[in-house]
């Protein structure tokens, strides 16, 4: 089996991200706060648009895009984004819930994306990786286009 075929198989999803998140939305949102629901986008089970409709009949009307290829760098991300699973899908995803009236927060790894993202109409980004002051200021200073800011995601892990 040819090298490329083989590692891009070996990235292909093995657990059902979003079909969890689905199931335990099925009998709706109970709590008044605002509520993100982290959404894989790179399903190869659903479309964006049927996870999108699921996600309003269960009173959802927040989205991240997480688990998010951000997470990823390296080889193995320029073999996600040739395989056509890297952060534009993520945009587009995003970029459809805005257009829908969901509320949409951006997990970025570096200024381009969270340009896209900011320019697609989230509300707020959210930072994963540990930024070096300069690209946290770059990113403080664009989420101020936005209604919730920058979040770092381990300020914004278990806040009740």
């Given at each position: 089996?040819?090298?490329?075929?083989?590692?891009?198989?070996?990235?292909?999803?093995?657990?059902?991200?979003?079909?969890?998140?689905?199931a335990?939305?099925?009998?709706?949102?109970?709590?008044?706060?605002q509520?993100?629901?982290g959404?894989?986008?790179h399903?190869?089970?659903?479309?964006?648009?049927?996870?999108?409709?699921?996600?309003?009949?269960?009173?959802?009307?927040g989205?991240?895009?997480?688990?998010?290829?951000?997470?990823?760098?390296?080889?193995?991300?320029?073999?996600?984004?040739?395989?056509?699973c890297g952060v534009?899908?993520?945009?587009?995803?995003?970029?459809?819930?805005?257009d829908?009236?969901?509320?949409a927060?951006?997990?970025?790894?570096?200024?381009?994306?969270?340009?896209?993202?900011?320019?697609?109409?989230?509300?707020?980004?959210?930072?994963?990786?540990?930024?070096?002051?300069?690209?946290?200021?770059?990113?403080?200073?664009?989420?101020?286009?936005?209604t919730?800011?920058?979040?770092?995601?381990?300020?914004?892990?278990?806040?009740?």
């Amino acid at each position: 089996m040819d090298g490329g075929v083989f590692e891009s198989i070996a990235l292909l999803p093995i657990h059902d991200s979003n079909g969890l998140l689905l199931a335990g939305l099925r009998n709706g949102i109970t709590s008044q706060r605002q509520i993100f629901a982290g959404v894989l986008a790179h399903d190869p089970f659903r479309r964006h648009q049927d996870i999108l409709k699921a996600l309003k009949i269960a009173g959802c009307r927040g989205i991240v895009n997480f688990p998010s290829i951000t997470a990823i760098d390296g080889e193995m991300r320029a073999s996600l984004e040739e395989f056509g699973c890297g952060v534009k899908a993520e945009i587009e995803l995003l970029h459809a819930a805005v257009d829908q009236g969901f509320s949409a927060l951006a997990l970025v790894d570096d200024f381009a994306i969270a340009k896209e993202a900011v320019a697609a109409g989230v509300d707020g980004l959210v930072t994963a990786r540990r930024k070096d002051e300069r690209v946290l200021g770059e990113l403080s200073e664009l989420a101020q286009e936005t209604t919730l800011g920058l979040f770092r995601l381990p300020d914004a892990i278990g806040q009740a």
